[in-house]
T-cell receptor, first 112, second 112 residues
Framework: DTAVSQTPKYLVTQMGNDKSIKCEQN?????MYWYKQDSKKFLKIMFS???????INETVPNRFSPKSPDKAHLNLHINSLELGDSAVYFC???????????FGQGTRLTVV | GENVEQHPSTLSVQEGDSAVIKCTYS??????FPWYKQELGKRPQLIID?????GEKKDQRIAVTLNKTAKHFSLHITETQPEDSAVYFC???????????FGKGTRLSVIA
């Protein structure tokens, strides 16, 4: 009964490919996020979704697109992958905007 | 937008000593300040948080202090143990409004 789960845990792919990372939360939270953690461990907000509505979209390339089929899911789709996209991507959720965030286990993306 | 600075980036202490990590934030409207611990290969997990109507909060060996006037907050860990070794992140947000903005992390090493 994992609270926030994301798949896959590891993803190795070639430059130029398109890939998706899935995230699901069973906490009944209203807000979900995607964070990117680079090799220096910096955690940077990418997207924030509240009740299926995108409320903040940080300055990430438009190759990245969040998709939320319902309140419990927030998937991340990435087009035309680049070497610099290699990082750990964390999904998170919170009861409402800007309260305690519960993180998924992360997806380590490696672009070769 | 909010900017969070965190110092030091690395910290080594002897087992049993205290550790202090400091953060400053830029947006005076921020009112929620959590601290996360991330062990190697794991997800960030909340260890303690404080809201702007409180100056100090303590939970066993960890405590957080907040100075709203100076816009800085600190994490204090007493009687450190080897299992405290991890990366610690501070964060700030405007509760109910903005997602968490994280500091760049502090790698704490507790030497037995």
């Amino acid at each position: 009964d994992t609270a926030v789960s994301q798949t896959p845990k590891y993803l190795v792919t070639q430059m130029g490919n398109d890939k998706s990372i899935k995230c699901e939360q069973n906490l009944g939270h209203d807000t979900m996020y995607w964070y990117k953690q680079d090799s220096k461990k910096f955690l940077k907000i990418m997207f924030s979704y509240n009740n299926k509505e995108l409320i903040i979209n940080e300055t990430v390339p438009n190759r990245f697109s969040p998709k939320s089929p319902d309140k419990a899911h927030l998937n991340l789709h990435i087009n035309s992958l680049e070497l610099g996209d290699s990082a750990v991507y964390f999904c998170a959720s919170s009861p409402q905007k800007a309260e305690e965030a519960f993180f998924g286990q992360g997806t380590r993306l490696t672009v070769v | 937008g909010e900017n969070v600075e965190q110092h030091p980036s690395t910290l080594s202490v002897q087992e049993g000593d205290s550790a202090v990590i400091k953060c400053t934030y830029s947006d005076s409207a921020s009112n929620y300040f959590p601290w996360y611990k991330q062990e190697l290969g794991k997800r960030p997990q909340l260890i303690i948080d404080i809201r702007s109507n409180v100056g100090e909060k303590k939970d066993q060996r960890i405590a957080v202090t907040l100075n709203k006037t100076a816009k800085h907050f600190s994490l204090h860990i007493t009687e450190t143990q080897p299992e405290d070794s991890a990366v610690y992140f501070c964060a700030a947000s405007i509760s109910g409004n903005t997602p968490l903005v994280f500091g760049k992390g502090t790698r704490l090493s507790v030497i037995a």
